[in-house]
């Protein structure tokens, strides 16, 4: 298996802890894996982005502009300000989560849409279906690495053992709950806005 997966979000969303589960993922699969991260300004809810790339020999941890196979937004817009990443054909999972920019007067309507309307395959997720099916806030981000489980041929043991090992202590069985709610995802969760 080869892919590179691009996971963005807003600072707090925990997207680096979905990167570094991923790539550890990957290693308890057998694959080479790198990753990279820019934490913007994380702290003040800027622009997060995580490169994960494996297969049987990586030699770098970012990926090239074009080249990403899948798109993690676990916000909405932040799928929009990633595009030009993407390769064609690239598939998309996308939380509906909105967190307003600062200084932004609104946010803006219709990126979902559009991004069917110009040929993307998106899974996207309600806000209000993700914090339930996750189980809380906190592990919402887990929960979109179950729907991406969906799209890669990891065995369970693998994502098992790098989640259990990178949660915090004690929050395991509900990071995999909320893992294991995300790659049961039902597509009428998402009403008429999941193109797959």
Same mark, same amino acid.
Not at 16 to 23: G, H, K, N
Not at 40 to 56: A, D, I, K, T
Not at 97 to 124: Q, S
Not at 128 to 135: D, M, S
């Given at each position: 298996?080869?892919?590179?997966?691009?996971?963005?979000? #807003?600072?707090?969303?925990?997207?680096?802890?979905?990167?570094?589960?991923?790539?550890?993922?990957?290693?308890?699969?057998?694959?080479?894996?790198?990753?990279?991260?820019?934490?913007?300004?994380?702290?003040?809810?800027?622009? #997060?982005?995580?490169?994960?790339?494996?297969?049987?020999?990586?030699?770098?941890? #970012?990926?090239?502009?074009?080249?990403?196979?899948?798109?993690?937004?676990?916000?909405?817009?932040?799928?929009?300000?990633?595009?030009?990443?993407?390769?064609?054909?690239?598939?998309?999972?996308?939380?509906?989560?909105?967190?307003?920019?600062?200084?932004?007067?609104?946010? %803006?309507?219709?990126?979902?849409?559009?991004?069917?309307?110009?040929?993307?395959?998106?899974?996207?997720?309600?806000?209000?279906?993700?914090?339930?099916?996750?189980?809380?806030?906190?592990?919402?981000?887990?929960?979109?690495?179950?729907?991406?489980?969906?799209?890669?041929?990891? %065995? +369970?043991?693998?994502?098992?053992?790098?989640?259990?090992?990178?949660?915090?202590?004690?929050?395991?069985?509900?990071?995999?709950?909320?893992?294991?709610?995300?790659?049961?995802? +039902?597509?009428? +969760?998402?009403?008429?806005?999941?193109?797959?």
């Amino acid at each position: 298996m080869n892919a590179n997966v691009l996971i963005v979000g #807003v600072g707090g969303q925990g997207t680096i802890l979905a990167s570094d589960i991923l790539a550890a993922a990957a290693l308890e699969a057998g694959l080479d894996a790198r990753k990279s991260e820019i934490h913007g300004m994380s702290q003040r809810g800027g622009s #997060v982005s995580s490169h994960v790339r494996f297969s049987p020999r990586v030699f770098s941890p #970012v990926i090239p502009d074009g080249e990403a196979d899948i798109l993690v937004a676990l916000e909405e817009m932040e799928a929009a300000r990633w595009l030009g990443m993407l390769k064609p054909g690239a598939r998309l999972i996308i939380s509906g989560t909105r967190i307003l920019p600062v200084g932004a007067a609104e946010y %803006p309507e219709g990126i979902v849409p559009a991004l069917i309307k110009n040929g993307y395959t998106c899974t996207y997720i309600s806000p209000e279906v993700l914090h339930a099916r996750a189980g809380g806030m906190k592990y919402e981000n887990v929960c979109i690495l179950g729907l991406l489980s969906r799209l890669l041929d990891f %065995p +369970d043991s693998a994502w098992y053992a790098a989640i259990e090992r990178l949660v915090p202590t004690g929050s395991f069985e509900a990071n995999r709950a909320a893992f294991d709610a995300g790659r049961v995802h +039902d597509d009428s +969760d998402t009403k008429d806005r999941l193109s797959t």
